[in-house]
């Protein structure tokens, strides 16, 4: 895939915005354009969250993603609520520990990731997206390896640096899977 | 170059003007531009500057004239429904000449309206920010960069032509990030402001700051001198982006986020061999006359793409005195339009269907 | 021989436009009086209201700023965030501080902020000729209570200086009048008081002046002075209802 359209989706707490922020500055060390849009308002008071993330060569029009070719999905309702919007040939990611997948498309490539399980087994609790985020590397090599490490340390804050080096870890674990 | 960063809209936007030399900010939470407000709060205290909350948009925008009346590059900032309540602090400043920096990230509307992106401001902007004979400068950025980089320009404006500046701003422009160059603009030093209410120490008349005018024929002098003076600035500040114009048949005018999606649909009509340009006005007043002119002598065609019911259609005809015809396409309410859409309507245009 | 009585430098030399007997140009000369003695004229900015004395701008001399209807303190808030050595005083009449303005005025008060409001209570509305204000008092006849203010169908009227004493952020609210000579001595010391206050930074003040309306009320201006002392003061005790003293400033 040449332009990544991308939709992170799942619960507030889950991490969605930062997985979706390291997505987008991994994109921007590689030098392309990028954008983030987070849903906002009382749609996140209501528990659900999403963020689109487009990478591109080109300038991005709009940053708002309806048709994506990534679905990264947290959490039941936010897959079903997004699976029928992906594009044909697309890559949908979900986290099996949460996600029970009730419709199938047979024209997508759907990634199953028990992605919370392994955070708790793993000693890293709290990393299940970017565990998945490992896993869509690995997918779709979205950006380069160490442009992705360079997103983990720009997005985490200042103040909490020495976390960089468990994500990394998370990352690591997410590619194994696959 | 400094590093090109991830950041939010309103949180550039709000980076932006301390850099521009702003150090008071009086703001009320309303969504979707609280992270301005938010970031104001943060920053300002650790810079000697002020970030005040207000009790009501109403009271805000009267901090605002204060400051601003005392000297202080100062702004506000506020979503759809908080401007129609600063209207009234606005429309004074206009009338005595206080210049100041307002930003509106709109949201949908009438009413609470909704809180998605939205254009539906744009007759407010450019028509009634309040009561009387004025206008505000009115700058419409597409990008975070380009917003950052207005705000700098729009309060030197505002105070070279001493007049309160807006920056017309959206929800997805508010809530997005982008890569942003934000510049190091130094110490940056403010003109002086010999009318300022700050203090005569003894050394010179007292200033008065005021908008009223109780024999008539005075007002009308003050208001027809201001009126000069919008003469200059519309000779002077147009401002506006042509892109693939040159010998557009077709030409889509569309401001603010909506032409970013314009510009993809253009992109790929002209890859279909359909003769399109998008035709961008970064102030929506000024209106940009002349390149809507000079885009007439190739267009066959006008069509408007907004977040609205079509609101910047009639400075499209008066701009080309209806000489060609004009076209709209949009969504309202939140609801922010699809490249494919606005290729759509170009196609239909092109086949002569519309 | 000595000139004893002379205007005070921060009043300008021009005529006013106020009706006979009002009580404004008593108080204009008792903040002018203060600005002189407390050498403080050169950094002085006052807000105008709107109401009767909103062309108080032509007669200080000090620097001033014209607010709209009651949100002086918010302009006067905005000064004084912006120059914080300044003196900076609102002169507002009861519709534009406690009708209109009532938001911006509590606000100012309980943020502490430090500006001092000189607050004209004659229980109508001035300039727009005599209507119900927030402070007319219960049977009053106005222009838009033509029977008499009916408390169950108007509500009643605010006493300005008890409500805001209540707040943590007032210095001092204090009310006074200027029906006497003795009254006006001491309303001057209030207001003088008031910019001392708010000089050393001891957070927000109000001088809550009662005063007549003889145009408005359709009395001469001694009657009026009467039915302000037999009506006015029963309703609006005069008095300090609140002085933090020489507590330190915040």
Request: hydrophobic share 40%; net charge negative; aromatic share 6%.
């Amino acid at each position: 895939m040449k332009d990544f359209n991308m939709i992170f989706a799942g619960f507030g707490g889950q991490g969605i915005l930062f997985v979706a922020k390291v997505v987008a500055y991994a994109g921007l060390m590689d030098g392309k354009e990028v954008s983030w849009l987070p849903s906002y308002g009382p749609e996140m008071r209501g528990g659900t969250c999403n963020c689109s993330v487009c990478l591109s060569d080109e300038p991005i029009g709009s940053p708002l993603v309806i048709n994506p070719n990534v679905l990264v999905a947290m959490n039941t309702p936010s897959y079903d609520k997004f699976i029928d919007a992906v594009q044909p040939g697309g890559v949908v990611i979900v986290d099996s520990t949460l996600v029970t997948v009730s419709k199938e498309r047979k024209d997508v490539r759907l990634i199953r990731i028990p992605a919370t399980e392994l955070a708790d087994e793993n000693g890293m609790k709290g990393l299940a997206n970017i565990i998945i985020l490992g896993r869509l590397f690995k997918e779709t090599e979205l950006c380069a390896f160490d442009s992705l490490e360079k997103g983990i340390a720009k997005s985490v804050p200042p103040r909490k640096q020495h976390l960089v080096e468990k994500n990394l870890e998370a990352i690591r674990l997410g590619q194994e899977q696959a | 170059m400094s590093e090109r960063v991830l950041m939010k809209g309103n949180e550039a936007l709000a980076e932006a003007a301390i850099r521009a030399g702003c150090r008071h900010f009086f703001g009320y939470p309303i969504t979707p531009q609280t992270e301005l407000a938010a970031y104001m709060a943060k920053k300002m205290p650790k810079i000697g500057g002020v970030y005040l909350q207000a009790e009501s948009e109403v009271a805000a925008v009267n901090m605002v004239q204060g400051a601003a009346a005392a000297g202080a590059r100062a702004m506000t900032s506020t979503s759809s429904p908080g401007i129609s309540l600063k209207t009234e602090g606005i429309s004074y400043m206009a009338g005595a000449d206080v210049p100041c920096l307002i930003v509106n990230v709109q949201r949908g509307g009438p009413g609470l309206g909704g809180i998605q992106p939205s254009q539906a401001d744009y007759w407010q902007a450019t028509r009634a920010l309040g009561h009387g004979d004025f206008h505000v400068l009115v700058f419409a950025p597409s990008t975070i960069q380009e917003m950052v980089d207005l705000v700098a320009l729009a309060f030197d404006k505002a105070d070279q032509y001493r007049m309160p500046a807006m920056i017309l701003a959206d929800g997805m422009l508010g809530q997005m990030m982008e890569p942003v160059e934000l510049r190091d603009m130094g110490d940056v030093q403010l003109p002086e402001k010999p009318w300022a209410a700050c203090g005569h120490q003894n050394k010179r008349k007292h200033n008065i700051i005021n908008s009223l005018y109780l024999q008539a024929s005075e007002l009308e002098r003050l208001v027809k001198e201001r009126f000069a003076r919008y003469e200059t600035i519309k000779a002077e500040e147009q401002r506006a982006e042509r892109y693939l114009c040159d010998d557009a048949e077709i030409v889509v005018v569309a401001f603010g986020a909506t032409s970013r999606v314009v510009k993809a649909a253009v992109k790929e009509a002209r890859a279909q061999g359909i003769k399109a340009g998008c035709l961008r006005p970064i102030t929506l007043w000024p209106f940009p006359v002349d390149a809507m002119r000079e885009a007439a002598k190739t267009a066959k065609h006008f069509l408007t793409v907004e977040m609205n019911m079509g609101q910047m259609v009639d400075d499209v005809k008066l701009s080309i005195d209806c000489s060609r015809p004009v076209s709209f396409f949009g969504h309202t309410g939140g609801v922010i339009p699809e490249p494919g859409e606005v290729l759509a309507q170009i196609q239909k245009i092109a086949g002569g269907k519309e | 021989m000595a000139v004893q009585f002379h205007r005070p430098h921060a009043l300008i030399d021009t005529p006013t436009h106020y009706c006979p007997g009002c009580p404004h140009g008593i108080v204009h000369r008792l903040v002018a009086e203060s600005i002189d003695e407390l050498g403080v004229e050169g950094k002085t900015v006052g807000i105008a209201p709107v109401g009767c004395s909103v062309t108080a701008y032509n007669y200080f001399n000090c620097d001033m700023i014209q607010a709209p209807h009651g949100r002086a303190p918010a302009v006067a808030t905005g000064v004084k965030r912006a120059l914080p050595d300044s003196l900076v005083f609102s002169y507002q009449g009861d519709g534009d501080l406690i009708a209109i303005g009532t938001a911006e005025a509590v606000h100012s008060a309980t943020r502490g902020e430090n500006i001092t409001i000189i607050f004209i209570n004659n229980a109508i509305y001035g300039m727009t000729g005599g209507q119900m204000a927030p402070t007319s008092l219960p049977g009053q006849v106005t222009q838009t209570t033509p029977y008499g203010r009916d408390v169950h169908y108007s509500g009643y009227p605010i006493r300005v200086c008890e409500l805001l004493s209540t707040l943590d952020g007032v210095a001092l609210a204090q009310r006074v009048t200027i029906d006497t000579v003795p009254h006006v001595r001491e309303a001057k010391k209030a207001i003088k008081k008031a910019f001392e206050y708010q000089l050393a930074g001891k957070g927000f003040t109000i001088v809550e002046v009662v005063s007549s309306c003889p145009t408005n009320w359709g009395l001469s201006p001694v009657d009026a002075l009467q039915w302000l002392r037999d009506n006015m003061l029963p309703y609006y005790p005069l008095g300090v209802y609140k002085d933090i003293g020489e507590e330190a400033a915040k």
